[in-house]
């Protein structure tokens, strides 16, 4: 986990005239819901709650003449990693900015401020029958998956979040407002897809939305018992046949209560209802005997689980992950008996491939784009070595990581979710934006 840290105390005093509504110290009424994160406990010496571009240059400034101090960007706050807040240090929070505006009609483009939460990105497009293949987990914001990845049941048929990404409005170290976009500031706009807040904050995010007013969707439950690896096997087979118009999620955890397997699986298929729809759902339908299945007309933001938890800093799991090519037999048992193992509450697999891995791997900065899926493996935070063994049986089946979803941000994770290509070039990127290191927090950078 990141752990940037500080004995660092402000006070009103320190804070300039500019900033001066923006800031929360601590003890300010508003401070306990803004210093933690989804995931990480936090306690900034300052925050200050942006919510114009001459606020962000102006916060920008101050961490400049504050470099002892460790600077953290937050859109919404859901860093697995903590890096969005810290202790001792100043964060930019953006989480405020959630405006949405269509910039042209007929061409589908959006901007959309960084803390938008992405499942209110997608009410907010479901009206004009439009989405933006967003993740699972709507809570996460804008600014986070745009700039990550986001990783969502339209991956197949419309690539990660940030494949949808037309352009950034950034400030940059030194205080510039620039645009970045393919034709603009090129080399920024490559680094920021995939990368996070590698050389400016962002201040909003523009993107290309895609006309789909509706989708099939499917949902599986199912209760293995010791069947869990042939209904995993199962499951894989499906994905790995289904055309590019279904992406699939797989999750498999034991209940709390009584220490049962449990499976669910969500499927969608991009379109709306037709035989062959329904002809590529089935197999997921029938990946077991005694599975329990519906299929439903929705709007794509049915799927996506906005709940709007709290940040409290509390973590509830370990979180490793990996890209798998297509899962044989050996590798489905493998996968499977891991939840004999008390240390590991969750195995989460997400289909992967097809619009995803149409995109050149040198386009972004998100290069891990080959592969079936997406496996994800949780852990018990409470034991943590344990886990961490167990994992390592699994762990050289696959290759690669997805940086937004892990709690590790040390050397060998980062070789693994960027190439030494991409991190070559961002050093470029970062010679010419941020030749000072201002933002040297971010992981990728390092």
């Known amino acids: ?32 819901q803004r210093q933690s994160v989804y995931s990480t406990p936090g306690a900034p010496a300052v925050i200050f709650a942006v919510s114009s571009v001459d606020e962000v240059r102006a916060a920008l400034a101050f961490a400049s003449s504050h470099r002892d101090l460790p600077l953290a960007v937050r859109s919404g706050g859901h860093s697995i990693a903590g890096a969005s807040t810290n202790v001792g240090g100043i964060v ?36 004009r029958g439009w989405v933006v293949p967003v993740p699972t987990f709507g809570d996460t914001a804008v600014g986070g998956v745009a700039t990550a990845g986001g990783i969502g049941l339209l991956a197949r048929s419309l690539g990660v979040t940030l494949d949808s990404v037309t352009g950034f409005d950034v400030v940059l170290a030194d205080g ?16 920021l897809r995939g990368t996070g807040a590698t050389a400016g ?18 949902t599986t439950t199912v209760a293995p018992g010791d069947r869990i690896a042939d209904v995993l096997y199962a499951w894989a087979q499906a994905a790995q046949q289904a055309p590019r118009e279904v992406t699939s999620a797989f999750l498999a955890n034991r209940s709390k209560d009584d220490g049962s397997l449990r499976v669910t699986i969500n499927t969608v298929w991009a379109g709306s209802d037709s035989p062959e729809a329904q ?28 709940p709007g938890f ?19 037999r050996a590798a489905s048992d493998a996968l499977a008996e891991l939840l004999d193992h008390p240390e590991v509450t969750t195995v989460n697999l997400r289909g992967f491939g097809g619009a995803v891995a149409d995109v050149p791997v040198e386009e972004t900065a998100f290069v891990n784009r080959s592969g079936e899926y997406l496996v994800s493996v949780w852990g018990a935070v409470d034991r943590q070595d344990a886990f961490e063994s167990i994992w390592s049986t699994v ?6 990581v997805y940086a937004g979803y892990t709690d590790q941000t040390d050397e060998e994770t980062l070789a693994a979710a960027f190439s030494d290509a991409v991190r070559e070039r961002l050093a470029r990127v970062r010679a ?5 290191g201002l933002f040297a927090h971010t992981p990728a950078v390092r």
């Open 201 to 218: 904050v962002v201040t909003s995010v523009e993107f290309k939305a895609t006309p789909l007013p509706e989708v099939l969707s499917a």
């Open 432 to 436: 010419e934006y941020d030749p000072t």
């Open 92 to 127: 930019i929070d953006l989480s405020d900015s959630r405006e949405l505006t269509v910039v042209d009609e007929e061409a589908g483009i959006v901007k959309a401020g960084p803390g938008l939460p992405s499942g209110l990105l997608l009410t907010g497009l479901q009206e």
């Open 310 to 328: 709290p940040h409290v800093g509390k973590r509830s799991a370990i979180f490793r992950n990996g890209f798998s090519p297509a899962l044989d």
């Open 1 to 32: 986990m990141s752990d940037p840290t500080s004995n660092a105390v402000l006070t009103s005093a320190d804070i300039p005239d500019e900033l001066g509504s923006a800031a929360i110290l601590p003890g300010d009424d508003r401070y306990e």
């Open 395 to 400: 762990r050289p089946r696959f290759h690669g």
């Open 176 to 191: 510039r407002a620039v645009r970045a976009d393919k034709d603009s500031e090129p080399e920024l706009f490559w680094a």
């Open 279 to 306: 002809a590529a759902l089935a197999p997921f339908l029938a990946v077991d005997a005694e599975a329990v299945g519906s299929v439903k007309t929705v709007l794509y933001s049915a799927t996506v689980f906005t």
